[in-house]
T-cell receptor, first 111, second 114 residues
Framework: SQKIEQNSEALNIQEGKTATLTCNYT??????LQWYRQDPGRGPVFLLL?????KEKRKERLKVTFDTTLKQSLFHITASQPADSATYLC??????????FGSGTRLQVQP | DGGITQSPKYLFRKEGQNVTLSCEQN?????MYWYRQDPGQGLRLIYY???????QKGDIAEGYSVSREKKESFPLTVTSAQKNPTAFYLC?????????????FGDGTRLSIL
């Protein structure tokens, strides 16, 4: 069956360290992958989109990689801050004109 | 400011009752979407619409209905046939339904059973 998997366990890191979140997928061949941030009780907010022909994409302290051979995307936040604490969702287009989301990984940055 | 407005923020449903969740956008987006989110889980697609007067079922459409009579509006009705409606409902829109367009979300409606 088709799956998008993100680590369901929360990731706890110290302020200033780099957070790395993983998104793995099976049985898809997405041309694009997106990452969103969701705060409690709020809707997700778009962060970054990466295309299959892009190995890496950066935006300020954020970096996303996309390995279509491994079927994996990594999402990095460098110099993390307590304000980065949130749930991060990856999403793919899976053959229909709508996104399919992973279950998200909660990041907690300790001061 | 452009964005998506969902109302109400909290909604309570009685047994056997249909309730309608509102979603309005002023982003001039063609595509709109409804998702359901249960605690600790990701978003599951209920319905989506690429254009006015057209919509498609998502993964969990049973017990829900939608309409798309206007570009800016995409209301969701949770019918009495939906036996477990308690969840956080999110509406989103995108410029087109194409794969490289980000989705813009509202701040959700939390539905509970009385």
């Amino acid at each position: 069956s088709q799956k998008i998997e993100q680590n369901s366990e929360a990731l706890n890191i110290q302020e200033g360290k780099t957070a790395t979140l993983t998104c793995n997928y099976t049985n898809y061949s997405p041309a694009y992958l997106q990452w969103y941030r969701q705060d409690p009780g709020r809707g997700p907010v778009f962060l970054l989109l990466i295309r299959e022909n892009e190995k890496e994409k950066r935006k300020e302290r954020l970096k996303v990689t996309f390995d279509t051979t491994l079927k994996q995307s990594l999402f990095h936040i460098t110099a993390s801050q307590p304000a980065d604490s949130a749930t991060y969702l990856c999403a793919l287009h899976t053959g229909r004109r709508a996104l399919t989301f992973g279950s998200g990984t909660r990041l907690q940055v300790q001061p | 400011d452009g964005g998506i407005t969902q109302s109400p923020k909290y909604l309570f449903r009685k047994e056997g009752q249909n309730v309608t969740l509102s979603c309005e956008q002023n982003l001039n987006h063609d595509a709109m979407y409804w998702y359901r989110q249960d605690p600790g889980q990701g978003l599951r697609l209920i319905y989506y619409s690429q254009i006015v007067n057209d919509f498609q079922k998502g993964d969990i459409a049973e017990g829900y209905s939608v309409s798309r009579e206007k570009k800016e509006s995409f209301p969701l009705t949770v019918t009495s046939a939906q036996k477990n409606p308690t969840a956080f409902y999110l509406c989103a829109s995108s410029a087109q339904g194409d794969r490289d367009q980000p989705q813009h979300f509202g701040d959700g409606t939390r539905l509970s059973i009385l």
